[in-house]
């Protein structure tokens, strides 16, 4: 794994800056009625004016077309990767919406999942169990601890609440390149695999369906839905490992923070619901 200077966790933290603005101006837009190619030029507008670049857009991935939005712009089944489109949002949709950036040299990965309107209480509880998983991964993120603190954390929320952690994608290490060693899967066990070290900086994105479910991907070579139309939702911070605690790059409060408790945490930058 790669481990940065201090001066290079600051970096990422202006590319995390430009990345959580441009999701905030997106964000402001969500409504019933937008189409999420608006939503997705939004936030390529956002990053552009800041001087940084869509990190997602033109990513390449092995026999398939290069990815062509700003945006993942994955809506109720689709689990991640969703091709921005021309579909209007509805009442009752959830929009999960991922956004990357390179500044400088350096990467920024950040996910949070939206209700339009009025969603069901199911889908509510998928939300927020989600985003808590996120947060008691990242409470994990502290100099000791092992990869596998953090994904059995993330997973022990999310089957207390019966729902099913999404394994075919996974959280990774960010840094010069989008995607970098380690993997980092949402369900694991404590105290396996490698120990985390200061300058180790993790995207950490838990992916929770309502069932038991298999993947499936679309003719376009990117939307992966859930085989039997179980919701899904997707969270992630990018998350730098520091002798104080986790810095969480991408929110609002960039402090590190060494005894955190994943449930104040949670109510920091938690869901909430838009566009009644
Ligand atoms: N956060 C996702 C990931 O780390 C987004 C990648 S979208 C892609 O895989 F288009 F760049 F692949
Ligand atoms: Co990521």
């Known amino acids: 794994m790669i481990l940065k200077r201090p001066s290079e966790i ?12 441009a999701l905030e101006s997106m964000e402001k837009a969500i409504a019933p009625g937008i189409t999420t190619l608006e939503l997705n030029a939004i936030a ?12 997602f ?5 092995s026999g398939t077309p290069p990815f062509p939005g700003t945006l993942c712009t994955s809506v109720n089944d689709v689990i991640v990767h969703g091709v921005p489109d021309k579909r209007p949002l509805e009442k009752g949709d959830i929009l999960s919406v ?10 920024a990965d950040m996910a949070k999942t939206y209700a339009i309107g009025e969603i069901s209480e199911q ?10 998983s996120l947060y ?3 409470a994990q993120c502290q100099v000791g601890n092992r990869l596998g603190d953090i994904s059995a954390a993330i997973q022990a929320v999310i089957e207390a609440e019966d729902f099913w952690v999404v394994r075919e994608f996974v959280g990774h290490g960010i840094g010069v390149s989008f995607h970098e060693k380690p993997d980092l899967p949402n369900y694991g066990d404590a105290g396996r695999g490698a120990k985390l070290r200061p300058g180790l900086v993790l995207a950490i994105e838990p992916m929770v369906t309502e069932a038991e479910c298999e993947i499936r991907i679309l003719a376009d070579g990117w939307t992966a839905p ?9 969270y992630e911070h990018t998350v730098a490992i520091t002798n104080d605690g986790p810095r969480i790059l991408t929110a609002a409060n960039q402090e590190p923070r060494k005894n955190l408790d994943p449930t104040v945490l ?6 909430r619901k838009v566009a009644q």
């Open 10 to 21: 600051d970096a990422m933290a202006e590319a995390a800056v430009i990345n959580r603005e």
């Open 57 to 61: 857009k033109g990513y390449k991935r």
């Open 123 to 132: 889908a509510t509880k998928l939300l927020s169990v989600t985003d808590r």
């Open 44 to 55: 390529e507008e956002a990053i552009v004016s800041r001087g940084g670049r869509p990190a």
């Open 98 to 107: 991922d956004i990357g950036t390179f500044y400088k040299g350096y990467a």
């Open 226 to 234: 859930t085989s039997d139309g179980s919701l899904a939702a997707h």
């Open 266 to 271: 949670h109510q920091e930058l938690g869901y």
């Open 136 to 138: 008691a991964g990242i």
